[in-house]
């Protein structure tokens, strides 16, 4: 069964600077896709950014990227110049191509410092 | 364009009680999922569809049921409720299974059962 690993249960950060959540995910399987999810207070389930893992290339979402080591299994999120809008609980979710079960990390807790 | 409907938003049960929390998509969307969220735990993957009529267990099934008699609903039935079925239940939608097509969650049900 695959497994996805968030190591950090919280993170902070200073508002405007860079922070970088991580990611590693267990599996047997070649082809699969890899999310991040972003749960604000409101605890809606949002989509942040996304990843095939047959790209080489990193997905970016305009402040969000992704450093996608595929060998290392690890799929971590960088979020740039950092807002208070982005205080929320992240959560790591994979899931293989043909499968239905999409399996989440234990997420990380950010918190950004005016 | 709703999206995934979940209602109630907010449920307090006792030890015992039956209760369907109901999930509805208009998206035409033919998987549907219900996850449970406890702290520390991240999602877990309580039952899930592929169509109507199709249903089948995914994680943590032990004490729900599930039915999909249409594409748009698939309702969440707690036969009688358990102290340990207290948590945020997500109901998400897709387009298909296995592919980069995130699932669309719903806003949530927080269930208290004392």
């Known amino acids: 069964a695959q497994t996805v690993t968030q190591s950090q249960p919280e993170m902070s950060v200073q508002e405007a600077e860079t922070v970088t959540l991580s990611c590693t995910y267990d599996?047997?399987?070649?082809?699969?896709?890899l999310f991040w999810y972003k749960q604000p207070p409101s605890r809606q389930m949002i989509l942040v950014i996304r990843q095939e893992a047959y790209k080489q290339q990193n997905a970016t979402e305009n402040r969000f990227s992704v450093n996608f080591q595929k060998a290392a299994k690890s799929f971590s999120l960088k979020i740039s110049d950092s807002q208070l809008g982005d205080a929320a609980m992240y959560f790591c979710a994979y899931i293989n191509f043909g499968n239905e079960k999409l399996t989440f990390g234990t997420g990380t807790r950010l918190t950004i410092i005016p | 364009n709703a999206g995934v409907t979940q209602t109630p938003k907010f449920q307090v049960l006792k030890t015992g009680q039956s209760m369907t929390l109901q999930c509805a998509q208009d998206m035409n969307h033919e998987y549907m999922s219900w996850y449970r969220q406890d702290p520390g735990m991240g999602l877990r993957l309580i039952h899930y569809?592929?169509?109507?009529?199709?249903?089948d267990q995914g994680e943590v099934p032990n004490g729900y049921n599930v039915s999909r008699s249409t594409t748009e609903d698939f309702p969440l039935r707690l036969l009688s409720a358990a102290p340990s079925q207290t948590s945020v239940y997500f109901c998400?939608?897709?387009?298909?299974?296995?592919?980069?097509?995130?699932?669309?969650f719903g806003d949530g049900t927080r269930l208290s059962i004392l």
């Open positions: 998400a939608s897709s387009v298909g299974t296995g592919n980069n097509q995130p699932q669309h």
């Open positions: 599996t047997s399987e070649s082809d699969y896709y």
């Open positions: 569809s592929v169509g109507a009529g199709i249903t």
